[in-house]
């Protein structure tokens, strides 16, 4: 296994591997929430995200194929807080052989510089209560709980 891993923007020829990433996803949060619905859904339109000049999708490559993904999108806050937008960090997902050599942080900082310099202030992302292990990556590279969202049956 490589430890070089390059971070690059994510492009229309890396959307088969987009779209498995986007089902692993779904397949490890699918646990942490009951109300997504059975079968084959989709979370994003990932070749319009890809294409789109407001959004920062991005990959790694390691050994010669994409082993992670991420996106920053801007997001209108609610009218009440002290900034209009912020960047939303989402599709993160990292091939489980190469889980532990920080490559999710080398991606949260890819979007945090785009994030940056596109002059967001604020930098959000979501994650299931119980994921301990995303919680603990995200602290990691600086992230802080926020807010818990609840929801009655």
């Known amino acids: ?20 990433f986007e089902q692993e996803i779904i397949r490890a949060e699918r646990p942490f929430d009951v109300t997504i619905k059975e079968g084959h859904v989709s979370y994003y339109d990932l070749a319009q995200m890809v294409q789109d000049t407001e959004a920062h999708v991005v990959v790694a490559e390691a050994d010669g194929k994409l082993v992670a993904s991420g996106y920053a999108i801007p997001k209108k806050a609610r009218h009440y807080l002290d900034h209009d937008w912020y960047a939303y960090l989402g599709f ?18 890819e979007l945090k510089q785009w994030s940056v310099q596109k002059g967001f ?13 995303a919680i ?7 992230f802080k709980k926020h807010i818990i969202e609840m929801r009655l049956e």
Do not use: F, W
């Not at 490589?2 to 591997?17: A, M, N, Q, Y």
């Not at 993160?92 to 900082?109: Q, S, W």
């Open 121 to 133: 202030k604020e930098i959000r992302l979501t994650v299931y209560s119980d994921n301990l292990p």
């Open 136 to 142: 603990k990556a995200y602290e990691k590279v600086g």
């Open 1 to 20: 296994m490589s430890k070089t891993i390059h971070i690059r923007r994510g492009t229309l020829e890396d959307l088969p591997t987009l779209l498995q």
């Open 92 to 109: 993160m997902y990292t091939d489980p052989e190469y889980r532990g050599l920080g490559i999710n942080a080398k991606i949260v900082d």
